[in-house]
Structures are given as structure tokens and as C-alpha cells.
């Protein structure tokens, strides 16, 4: 039964009887929940008597972070019964009500669940590529469904400023989000028990700031340079009172637009460059006894959590803006390792933890799964040291090292009250347009869900890759898209064999292409101009659609690990490799994948028993990467 339950819940009594469910909804009872009735009205529950109970009857409210989302079912014969003590307690048991009616029929049993942490997030950022509504609906229900409770909303960057400000119109990109679009979003995620937090990245990420309103800077910004991704140096200018103003300006539109009581307000990668040299801005720092360009950053937080707070609400920012005059009113949300996660924690702060949940760093489910939010650090240096150790992650290897612990940190006094607020994984969308953003996110984030969800258990560990599997295969049957088929990778169906074999290179080896992944592992600077992609790049190549972590990749190394009969995977091996020049003639995009499609031939003789395995044959090749290669090495093994 566990098998379609992602989370697994605290607690699961289960009896041996099943009722078994028709088409057609349930006979609602006894509810007092709107939103529970509406839920629970999209599944097929015939035959079902359906009963819920909330004890707190403030229904129909905007959810907040202190709420109870704690519930508990109890299943017998033809009757359900869901008793919570708030709204969002019932609403994630109808997500596990949900997950059990998938299979065509309910256990009996007697389910008591609760979260471990109260912030459960996702970032989506719609800057880099913009994001259409009905793509951040599913999104929303997807969420639900798994139970997450925060959709973080990165807003601006350099690339574009996708919320209308209506004091400053003309910062608004062509494609952008108008009020009454977010008060909408706002209102259906609050149907699903999510809360929307906005993030408007100030002082950096700031070119499209500038080039609307280049007086906002202290020096003057290139247009041309939007397009490019990575940190660029454009930067608001704090010294002159009237951008000060601009930016309260729009926070406080951003703060009447989103009821939530959180306000994300960035504060990372600001490049020191642009304030070091400008005489008027190191005169004024120089003026309020500010030393260095950390010193402006935070003179400049301060001063925005001052106003923000203010407005009676709170404020989350990265971690490069912790400092020592930072208010411990302030979350942290830590992306920079555990170090940045540790260091806000013993500083005193409620801390986000979402470095190990980097969603466009291509990473498979069960590399995110090694890490939950609480962790010791002996714990996450051990997952860590995994990661480095996984043939799959090889060629990227001295990165993820480097990765573990870039990045200056100030010294911070150790102060009582700092803890673990909860986690958050991050799909930035450099590389992710609204077409694939459900699979690149979809196909790991319900195993993250997890572990924001529950404590670590050995059954969870020991069952996650079968129950992930178990509930992607079920999200059409419920009336969600089928990510994993959705939209197709490529037209041409005979090389399917080995599409399903491919995954994109991991950590940042797309962005920065090979040398460039050397260089900035040895802490080097890629400046955004070296890059191979820019926000105008068109993402229509098979690597662009390709899951992060393929399913079909996950089944075949089961059936590897469990020693079956892997002729069906062998024959369309050998079949693609037959096809692919035809498929070239065809389509000549797909001449980039000639060198997987050898290897993967190689492998159906590696896997007859005809070829010993090298792991050379699992790239990568440019981009690509087969994975499956690595099934059948031995671990430790450098052939």
C-alpha cells in the first residue's frame, strides 16, 4: 500500500480489508470546508461515504505559517472519515486521500500525520523565462498533492522584471504578471493550502532595473547585457535618497499585492565593482562609518527590513546578506552549503535550507533525497562525500567538491534562537522554459517533498525510488499531466530506446561548458559574455527537454540490481542504433546524439555478457550523459 504514498505519513495502521471504489464521487456527508468539498469532488470515490471535521472552523482563510496542517483518516468499509484541527490539516489529507484512491480501491486503515517543519517550499523562477499562469496553477496543485506549503515567487533579476508596478510601469518586461494575475494565483493557491511568497531580488540582479531607470545606478548599464545569465555587476546605487524611495515604492505595491506574511527581498551576488568605484557612493559609506561594500549591503538591508517591518511584515533574504547588524527577525534562507545553513542557525536566525535542493542542477531524486533539512553536519559531510563518489556525477566532480563550500561568510556572534525553519528547492530557469518545467521539477521534487515532510526513516530510504516511480505513473489517472510523457522529448518514436537513456551533464557543465565547469571549480569567475546560453538562446534541442532523471533510467537499473532479464531493454538498444542514421536524414538535430547512440549499442553487448563494462560509455557526450552505463560497473571501479 505504501507504494503510492509520497510522503509516507507518521503514522499508518493498516488492516488487511481494501473497499474497492467506482466512478463517480463519493456522498459527501458532513463537511464545513468548501475547499475539502471541491477536492474531494475531482476523485473517483464511488461508493464512498466521505465525512470531515475541522476543529478550528476558520475556513476559507488565507493559510499562514503557523498553521496545523496535522490530520488524521480513518478508513472502513465504504466510509472515510478526515478529522484536522485547521482547513490546511484536511487539505493534506485529502492529498493522501488522493495518493491511496489512485490504486482503484481504499485500505482500511488509520493514518495520524503532521509535518516535521512548517516551511515547505518551492522557488520558481519566472525571471530568467517567464511562466505561464496555468503552468503555476499545476504547479500549485502539484503541491498540494505532495504536500508542499511555500511557492516562492522570484520576480526580477537581471533578465526581467515580470511584476507591474503601477508607480514605475515602465520596469515592467513585455511579458509580466499585472495585480490582479497575482491576486488570483494568490487566491487559488490559498484553495490548496499554499501560501505565495514574493521575491523582489534587490541590491543586485538589478540590470533590468537599470535599463528602464538607469539614474538608479552609479554607473551606466549596457542593455545588451540583460540577456546574459550568470551574477552581472549592475547594482542599485543606496546613496541617493530618491532610488531609496523607488524601492519602497514598489515593495510596498508588492506588499498590498501578496497578503503573505514573508517578503523575500534577495540580497545575493552583489558584485562589489560598481560601489568600490564610485567616489559618491564610498563618500556617502564613508559619511555612516560603512568600511566596506559588506557594510553597504547591510546598511542598505536594514534599512529595507526597517520599512518592511514597518508594514507588520517579515522579511527573507540569501544568506550573503547575513551580518553581524542583520535583525534576527529576519529568515535566512541558506543556499551556499552548510556552512551558510550552520552559520545563520548559531547566529540566531530561522533559517531556510535549500542549497542541497538546486533543482536546475540536474541532479537525480535520490542525490536530493540524501539530504533533509535538520541534518548533522558529520550527516551532510557524509551525503557529501557520496555525491563525490557517484560515478554518475564524475564528470563534475572537483565542482561539487568546490560547491560544498564556496563563498566568504562574516563573522556572526553566536545568539540563542536560531533554528530550522524548514526547506526550499530552487528551479532556477536559465535552462527551463514554461514547456518542460513540470518534468524538470516534477520527476524529484515529491521525493524532496519528502523530506521536508518526515523524518529520515529506513523505510522510507529503501522504498523512495519505487513509490516516486508508483506516483508519477498515477498523476494522469488523478487529472494531472503526465510529466514524464508530456510534452514528448522528440517526433521521432524509433529512437525512444535511446531517448529514455539520456540525461542532461549535471551541476553547471551545461551552463558553462567544460572548460569553463574546470575554471569555476578552481573558484574562478565565468564572466556572463563566456557562456554558452543566454535568455534569448532558443531551448529546443532534445538535451532541453530531456528529464534530469529519467525514469525509464531508474526501472532498467532496478531490473539490473535484481538481476532480471534485460533482453527488452537490450533489443532497443541495438534497434535505435539501426535506426539512427534515417532519424538524422530526417531530423539533423539529432546527429549531436551519434556518439550516445554507439555507446548505447556497446552496452546492449555490455549487458548480454558479450563486452566488459567501462565507464566511458556513459559520456558524456557534449551534453548528454547515459547514466545507465554506470549500473553496470561495480562501485569503486575506474575501469
Known amino acids: 500500500m505504501e507504494e503510492g504514498l509520497l510522503p509516507l505519513p507518521q503514522s499508518l495502521a493498516i488492516r488487511s480489508e481494501r473497499s474497492p471504489l467506482t466512478t463517480g464521487n463519493c456522498a459527501i456527508e458532513a463537511c464545513n470546508s468548501s475547499r475539502v468539498r471541491q477536492l474531494v469532488s475531482k476523485l473517483e470515490l464511488g461508493g464512498i461515504n466521505f465525512s470531515c471535521f475541522i476543529r478550528n472552523p476558520a475556513v476559507d482563510s488565507l493559510p499562514k505559517l503557523d498553521d496545523d496542517y496535522s490530520y488524521t483518516i480513518e478508513i472502513r468499509p465504504a466510509t472515510v472519515e478526515l478529522s484536522a484541527e485547521s482547513e490546511p490539516g484536511a487539505l493534506s ?24 517543519h512548517p516551511w515547505r517550499g518551492l522557488l520558481v523562477d519566472v525571471s530568467r523565462h517567464y511562466m505561464e499562469l496555468n503552468t503555476l496553477r ?18 526580477t533579476d537581471d533578465q526581467a522584471f515580470r511584476f507591474q508596478s503601477e508607480a514605475f ?36 540582479h538589478a540590470t533590468s532595473w537599470l535599463v528602464a531607470h538607469p539614474e538608479w545606478g552609479s554607473e551606466p548599464v549596457d542593455p545588451s547585457t540583460q540577456r546574459n545569465f550568470g551574477a552581472l555587476k549592475a547594482c542599485l546605487d543606496p546613496s541617493k535618497d530618491f532610488v531609496m524611495d523607488a ?78 547588524t542583520l535583525p ?73 567538491k568546490w560547491h560544498q563550500s564556496f563563498g566568504e561568510f562574516p563573522h556572526i556572534p553566536e545568539r540563542s534562537g536560531g533554528y530550522i525553519l524548514g526547506g526550499e528547492a530552487c528551479m532556477w530557469s536559465e535552462l527551463v522554459t514554461d514547456e518542460i518545467l513540470l518534468r524538470r521539477v ?22 523512495i525510488s519505487e513509490r516516486l516511480d508508483a506516483s508519477l505513473s498515477r498523476l494522469e489517472s488523478l487529472g494531472y499531466p503526465d510529466i514524464v510523457a508530456s ?74 540490481l535484481a538481476g532480471r532479464d534485460l533482453s527488452d531493454w537490450t533489443n532497443g538498444w541495438r534497434v535505435q542504433y539501426k535506426e539512427l542514421n534515417q532519424a538524422c536524414r530526417r531530423f539533423s ?37 547515459l547514466p545507465i552505463a554506470f549500473a553496470f560497473v561495480p562501485s569503486g571501479d575506474d575501469s
Open 93 to 116: 489529507g485529502c492529498s493522501t486521500l488522493a495518493q491511496l484512491s489512485a490504486s482503484g480501491s481504499l485500505p482500511h486503515c488509520t493514518i495520524n500525520d503532521r509535518p516535521r
Open 138 to 155: 499545476t504547479v500549485i496543485e502539484l503541491m498540494q498533492h505532495f504536500k508542499l506549503n511555500v511557492l516562492h515567487l522570484h520576480l
Open 169 to 204: 510601469p515602465e520596469l515592467a518586461s513585455t511579458r509580466s504578471y499585472s495585480k490582479s494575475d497575482l491576486k488570483e494565483l494568490i487566491n487559488f493557491a490559498a484553495d490548496h493550502a499554499i501560501r505565495v511568497v514574493p521575491e523582489i531580488d534587490i541590491p543586485g
Open 247 to 324: 524601492v519602497r515604492t514598489i515593495l510596498g505595491e508588492v506588499i498590498d499585492t501578496f497578503p503573505d506574511q514573508y517578503v523575500h527581498i534577495g540580497g545575493d551576488e552583489v558584485d562589489p565593482l560598481w560601489w568600490n568605484r564610485s567616489r559618491a557612493v564610498q563618500a556617502w559609506a564613508a559619511t555612516r562609518g560603512l568600511h566596506s561594500v559588506r557594510d553597504i549591503q547591510a546598511y542598505f538591508t536594514l534599512s529595507i527590513v526597517e520599512y518592511i517591518e514597518r508594514q507588520d511584515k517579515r522579511v527573507v533574504v540569501w544568506d550573503e546578506a547575513l551580518h553581524e
Open 328 to 400: 534576527r527577525s529576519v529568515v535566512v534562507q541558506a543556499w551556499r552549503g552548510m556552512p551558510a545553513r550552520d552559520i545563520a542557525v548559531a547566529g540566531g536566525y530561522p533559517t531556510i535550507v535549500s542549497s542541497p535542493y538546486y533543482l536546475d542542477l540536474n541532479y537525480h531524486a535520490e542525490t536530493h533525497y540524501g539530504f533533509w533539512p535538520s541534518m548533522s553536519a558529520s550527516e551532510w559531510k557524509s551525503q557529501a562525500e557520496r555525491m563525490e563518489n557517484d560515478d554518475v556525477l564524475e564528470h563534475v566532480r572537483d565542482g561539487i
Open 442 to 463: 516534477w520527476t524529484r521534487m515529491p521525493s524532496i517533498a519528502e523530506r521536508f515532510w518526515i523524518a529520515p526513516s529506513t523505510k522510507g530510504e529503501s522504498t
Open 487 to 560: 510534452p514528448p522529448i522528440h517526433e521521432c518514436q524509433e529512437l525512444q530506446p535511446l531517448l529514455e537513456m539520456l540525461e542532461p551533464v549535471k551541476w553547471y557543465a551545461r551552463m558553462l561548458t567544460t572548460s569553463g565547469t574546470e575554471a569555476r571549480a578552481q573558484g574562478e569567475t565565468i564572466e556572463s559574455d563566456e557562456r554558452p546560453y543566454n535568455a534569448q538562446t532558443l531551448l529546443d534541442r532534445v538535451v532541453d527537454r530531456l528529464p534530469s532523471d529519467s525514469p525509464a533510467v531508474r526501472r532498467c537499473r532496478s531490473d539490473i
Open 589 to 625: 538535430e539529432l546527429n549531436e546524439l551519434r556518439e550516445a547512440s554507439e555507446s548505447l549499442l556497446k552496452l546492449a553487448d555490455v549487458a548480454d555478457g558479450l563486452a566488459s563494462p567501462i565507464k566511458d560509455l556513459g559520456g558524456p557526450f557534449g551534453e548528454y550523459l
